[in-house]
Nanobody, 123 residues
Framework: QLQLVESGGGLVKPGESLRLSCAAS????????IGWIRQAPGKEREGVSC????????NYADSVKGRFTISINNAKNTVYLQMDSLQPEDTAVYHC????????????????WGPGTPVTVAS
């Protein structure tokens, strides 16, 4: 069974950076893509980014384009989310999960997700 564990969250100031990791174990061969979503208190779940497991396709929410970069290291079964120029509105719990959308046409279209890693951006 596929298991995903997120890490790398923390407390940062506006303008600073964080790199989140999504480590996969179990049956990873049939996963088409990995996506990141975030959930802030009192807000709806928001799709953040997606990357195909081949690395050929990526996609981002408009709110993070130009600031976040997703990448994959298949040798380590790990997906990374580099987050730069963080703003208070990026504060949320970030989750990663598997997706059947190998072209990443639908950001946030994941089937399940891990416990998440909290990100807080505050001065």
């Amino acid at each position: 069974q596929l298991q995903l564990v997120e890490s790398g969250g923390g407390l940062v100031k506006p303008g600073e950076s964080l790199r989140l990791s999504c480590a996969a174990s179990g049956f990873t061969l049939n996963v088409a893509a990995i996506g990141w979503i975030r959930q802030a208190p009192g807000k709806e779940r928001e799709g953040v980014s997606c990357i195909s497991t081949s690395g050929d396709a990526t996609n981002y929410a408009d709110s993070v384009k130009g600031r976040f970069t997703i990448s994959i290291n298949n040798a380590k079964n790990t997906v990374y989310l580099q987050m730069d120029s963080l703003q208070p509105e990026d504060t949320a719990v970030y989750h990663c999960g598997p997706s059947n959308d190998y072209q990443c046409l639908r950001v946030g279209d994941i089937n399940s997700w891990g416990p998440g890693t909290p990100v807080t951006v505050a001065s």
